[in-house]
Nanobody, 118 residues
Framework: QVQLVESGGGLVQAGGSLRLSCAAS????????VGWYRQSPGKQRELVAA???????NYIDSVKGRFTVSRDNAKNTVYLHMNSLKPEDTAVYYC????????????WGQGTAVTVSS
């Protein structure tokens, strides 16, 4: 089973940018899709963006035009480029494997915390 580890979070001012990384321990092509999720205090975890092995991407409306998900196959890594960050983007971000039915099925890691100050 492929293990995914997140990194790259931090503290940034509103309007700033961050790039999150999701590094896979095995062949990332064995996964149908990789999803980036986030969870804020008191809220449920939500899927923010996803990229399939065919490079098809999807985003929730609130991040469209600001976030971009990409993959580096040579490095077995998926990235989440976040621009024009807003305080409401503050959350712990996780990546996970996503099945063809849209279900996250890997073990959840510790995530990487993103804090956007106003």
């Amino acid at each position: 089973q492929v293990q995914l580890v997140e990194s790259g979070g931090g503290l940034v001012q509103a309007g700033g940018s961050l790039r999150l990384s999701c590094a896979a321990s095995g062949n990332i092509f064995s996964i149908h899709a990789v999803g980036w999720y986030r969870q804020s205090p008191g809220k449920q975890r939500e899927l923010v963006a996803a990229i399939t092995s065919a490079d098809i991407t999807n985003y929730i409306d609130s991040v469209k035009g600001r976030f971009t998900v990409s993959r580096d196959n040579a490095k077995n890594t998926v990235y989440l480029h976040m621009n024009s960050l807003k305080p409401e983007d503050t959350a712990v971000y996780y990546c996970n494997a996503v099945s063809t039915t849209g279900i996250a099925y890997g073990d959840w890691g510790q995530g990487t915390a993103v804090t956007v100050s106003s």
